[in-house]
């Protein structure tokens, strides 16, 4: 069964007058869709998920930073929290391989939003060496992160053994995401990062599993 993937991210220094310095340097590296015609959303909610959303602003495509960000600042505040809805292109089976939009959310939380303990990762750490994360913060710190990126289901990152050559398709999603991870790890004063999956299992953990078995 797939798992919904997340990246999450805690920062150094971090406080509410840097969040929005940061979220800028996440939207400014996020390789956004080419392909889609679908409107993107931005969303700002307060206090915690549980209450309603404060705005709710489509864009339509290319998405336009700058008015989000204009947006976010606006309603700038330490218990804020920030979601862009949008798209990236990945390589996706329907009948057949195609690159096409992908949905993922791009995530902003100040440091007195009281995210939920349920989004909490369970996953083991792997060592600093792997490209995928970092050792992760103690129990108590791993609800508050500062940053985090909604990938969709981790299928999309996984080798499908009964689909024609998915693991060359797949493995350029997987190159797609490290990408992504390395320029964020090289653009922001990462504290820890955590590559992870709903379930609680080690993504990393999975992966090599998963190509293991593939190449059997």
Same mark, same amino acid.
């Given at each position: 069964?797939?798992?919904? %993937?997340?990246?999450?991210?805690? =920062?150094?220094? $971090?406080?509410?007058?840097?969040? #929005?310095?940061?979220?800028?340097?996440? @939207?400014?590296?996020?390789?956004?869709?080419?392909?889609?015609?679908?409107?993107?959303?931005?969303?700002?909610?307060?206090?915690?998920?549980?209450?309603?959303?404060?705005?709710?602003?489509?864009?339509?495509?290319?998405?336009?930073?700058?008015?989000?960000?204009?947006?976010?600042?606006?309603?700038?505040?330490?218990?804020?929290?920030?979601? %862009?809805?949008?798209?990236?292109? =990945?390589?996706? $089976?329907?009948?057949?391989?195609? #690159?096409?939009?992908?949905?993922?959310? @791009?995530?902003?939380?100040?440091?007195?939003?009281?995210?939920?303990?349920?989004?909490?990762?369970?996953?083991?750490?792997?060592?600093?060496?792997?490209?995928?994360?970092?050792?992760?913060?103690?129990?108590?710190?791993?609800?508050?992160?500062?940053?985090?990126?909604?990938?969709?289901?981790?299928?999309?990152?996984?080798?499908?053994?009964? %689909?024609?050559?998915?693991?060359?398709?797949?493995?350029?999603?997987?190159?797609?995401? #490290?990408?992504?991870?390395?320029?964020?790890?090289?653009?922001?004063?990462?504290?820890?990062?955590?590559?992870?999956?709903?379930?609680?299992?080690?993504?990393?953990?999975?992966?090599?599993?998963?190509?293991?078995?593939?190449?059997?």
């Amino acid at each position: 069964m797939a798992d919904q %993937l997340f990246l999450s991210y805690w =920062l150094r220094n $971090y406080s509410d007058a840097t969040m #929005l310095r940061n979220y800028e340097k996440l @939207l400014r590296l996020f390789p956004f869709s080419r392909l889609a015609n679908q409107p993107s959303t931005f969303k700002i909610m307060a206090v915690d998920p549980t209450e309603p959303v404060v705005a709710e602003i489509p864009y339509p495509p290319p998405v336009p930073i700058d008015d989000v960000l204009a947006v976010a600042k606006d309603f700038q505040n330490v218990d804020a929290s920030y979601r %862009l809805e949008t798209w990236w292109d =990945l390589w996706l $089976y329907e009948g057949e391989w195609k #690159l096409a939009p992908a949905r993922v959310a @791009l995530c902003c939380f100040g440091p007195e939003f009281n995210q939920s303990p349920s989004a909490v990762p369970r996953a083991l750490d792997v060592p600093r060496t792997s490209v995928l994360a970092f050792p992760g913060p103690d129990e108590d710190a791993a609800i508050g992160c500062a940053l985090e990126i909604e990938f969709g289901i981790d299928a999309n990152f996984l080798p499908q053994p009964d %689909l024609p050559d998915s693991p060359h398709m797949i493995e350029s999603n997987i190159k797609s995401l #490290l990408k992504l991870v390395h320029d964020l790890d090289d653009a922001l004063p990462v504290e820890t990062r955590r590559l992870w999956s709903e379930s609680g299992e080690n993504f990393a953990e999975k992966l090599h599993q998963a190509l293991t078995a593939v190449s059997e």
